[in-house]
């Protein structure tokens, strides 16, 4: 399956914004946004001046991709979806990019990056209602349970994740429970849960055209 391989920090600089791509090291200040906050390149520095609609309405699309680890394909066929579904298009979007396991994963503190959550689901060290499930894009639903695999509570990735997690927080429509290292989906997140700075009707404006 594609991935992006390149450098992730590029990535947060480029769109002016830190977007948490690896976990703990964004909270220090070895993170490279910090210390270099200008867009990559050699002329990163330089760029400036009135950007058309289209680059602005792209750039929100790339952050949004970015942000949970979508490449191109994948982000349009969770467009599409969203399109077909009853209510507003972007938000739509929103809550079933929230609704994926490896987006569940991380919001419950089982992993400190997405890129993580997204390896302990595909190499099956999640269940879902007691069942293994490995497929990240997998949408969870109310009163479903996630949890890790018994011999995958030992994970040492996991134990830390788990002690930082107080740092993020979890989600209202989440319910962890530390203990069994499981976590009870109590609602569908809503637009007002989901906290990153993110204009959805920019994108819904890119993909109309």
């Known amino acids: 399956m594609a991935r992006y391989l390149e450098a992730r920090c590029r990535l947060c600089r480029r769109e002016n914004l830190k977007l948490f791509l690896k ?7 070895k993170c490279a946004f910090e210390r270099r906050s200008y867009a990559p390149g050699q002329h ?14 792209l750039r929100e699309k790339q952050k949004v991709k970015r942000i949970y680890g ?5 982000f349009r066929l969770a467009y599409e979806r969203a399109e077909k579904q009853k209510g507003m298009t972007g938000t739509n979007l929103l809550v079933n990019l929230e609704r994926r396991l490896d987006n569940v994963v991380f919001r419950a503190g089982f ?3 997405r890129i993580q959550a997204r390896q302990l689901v595909r190499h099956g060290h999640i269940t879902v209602d007691g069942q293994k499930v490995d497929i990240p894009s997998y949408l969870v639903k109310p009163n479903q349970v996630v949890a ?10 996991v134990k830390e994740a788990l002690e930082t997690v ?6 209202k429509w989440l319910e962890l429970n530390k203990e069994k290292m499981a976590v ?4 569908m997140p809503t637009r007002e849960d989901i906290t990153i700075p993110v204009q959805e009707n920019l994108i819904v404006e890119l993909y109309s055209k």
Do not use: F
Not at 45 to 55: I, L, N, V
Not at 70 to 74: A, N
């Open 23 to 29: 976990g703990d090291r964004c909270y220090t200040d």
């Open 44 to 57: 990163g520095q330089k760029r400036s001046g009135k950007y058309s609609d289209y680059r602005i309405q």
């Open 70 to 74: 979508l490449l191109e394909k994948q």
């Open 111 to 113: 992993a400190s990056s």
């Open 148 to 157: 890790l695999k018994e011999k995958s509570k030992e994970l040492a990735v």
């Open 166 to 171: 107080v740092r993020r927080g979890v989600p």
């Open 184 to 187: 009870t989906i109590r609602s």
